[in-house]
């Protein structure tokens, strides 16, 4: 009697344990499977987002409607990430997809792909606009044409170039999607080129480059301002200067406004000791003077204008076991001075 009790409680031990196991288990694979925000987005209409976040290692785009649930619509291929979603007025997301920062670019084997990527939202069809051995790091849309715009590198008008040499050499490119002709609409391989936005004409192109794209030396890599460049997309010859680099701002984005006015993403402590501390900042084209502080005192990732130019939309990051992690997507409002978080994500609500 005493050994069948103890069998009894032996057996239902071992069941509940098992059950635990089992449980386990399912919610540690819930939350393994639950998407993290990788930081870029695009904004379309009526509430519209298109986000790229990664789930168990690898990058996947979603979109999330106003009131509908967030659906997948591309998955990165192996040993790729994908960036720049933008929305377009063909009813179509565009985003790139590329392996640049996964392998040792010094390494002749080792070859940099990208692609540009459209998705028609109403078949969700995919077709590859733009491919090659290249770096290709950011994709804008015009809002009136079939053009896009593209920072990218060498590889994309001379693929030779990009198998002997690492593929830091960016210049601005134009892609024309009806007819599907790629023009170089700068010829300076700066070895560095970020925060592509078009103004609001689409005859002119803001980036940052380095004060020194145009004569680079090693010396003057280490000695270098981000400086704010004004491009003509009409007349490749056509850049100018926007911020004095002589100001010695360390700038990280630009956003273009009405009426000859930017935010910029900068330093405002950079003649401390301490953290840099980031904020945007008014900026005047036309008296090259900063203006007011938003007062947001952190990094912000990929800050943008929203459609209707109430807000600017951005993402936050924060540090944690692994390294830094998306912690949310925020929008802030121009004229109330007041932040607040916009829930892509069920885990995040």
Avoid at 12 to 20: A, K
Avoid at 93 to 106: H, R, S
Avoid at 147 to 166: F, V, W
Wanted: charged share 25%.
């Amino acid at each position: 009697m005493k050994l069948r009790w103890m069998i009894s409680i032996f057996s239902f031990l071992l069941v509940v344990t098992l059950g635990l196991f089992i449980w386990g288990a399912n919610v540690e694979s819930s939350i393994d499977s639950a998407p993290e925000l990788r930081g870029e987005f695009a904004q379309g209409n009526d509430g519209m987002y298109v986000f790229t976040a990664e789930v168990n290692g690898i990058d996947a785009l979603y979109i999330r409607n106003e009131g509908a649930d967030v659906s997948q619509i591309a998955v990165a291929e192996d040993d790729t990430v994908l960036h720049s979603p933008v929305v377009t007025n063909r009813n179509s997301v565009i985003y790139i997809q590329n392996n640049y920062g996964l392998i040792d670019q010094f390494q002749a084997e080792n070859i940099t792909v990208s692609s540009v990527i459209e998705v028609d939202l109403s078949t969700m069809e995919a077709n590859v606009l733009v491919e090659g051995n290249a770096a290709i790091l950011e994709v804008v849309s015009s809002k009136v044409s079939d053009q896009i715009y593209l920072i990218g590198s060498a590889g994309l008008s001379d693929p030779e170039r990009n198998s002997e040499e690492p593929p830091n050499q960016f210049d601005l490119y134009s892609f024309n999607i009806d007819n599907e002709e790629l023009n170089n609409l700068t010829d300076i391989g700066t070895y560095s080129m970020m925060s592509l936005v078009l103004d609001d004409s689409e005859e002119h192109a803001l980036v940052i480059m380095p004060d020194d794209y145009n004569n680079t030396t090693q010396e003057s890599m280490f000695e270098a301002t981000e400086t704010v460049y004004d491009i003509g997309l009409n007349d490749e010859s056509e850049i100018e200067v926007v911020t004095d680099s002589e100001d010695e701002m360390l700038i990280a984005d630009v956003i273009c406004l009405p009426n000859d006015q930017l935010l910029l993403q900068s330093v405002i402590n950079k003649d401390e000791d301490g953290n840099y501390i980031y904020d945007l900042i008014y900026y005047d084209r036309e008296s090259g003077e900063e203006g007011e502080h938003l007062g947001i005192r952190e990094t912000v990732l990929q800050p943008t204008l929203s459609s209707d130019g109430q807000t600017i939309l951005y993402m936050k990051e924060e540090s944690g076991f692994d390294g830094y992690e998306v912690s949310g997507f925020f929008e802030y409002s121009l004229e109330r001075g007041e932040e607040r978080e916009i829930k892509l994500l069920e885990k995040n609500e």
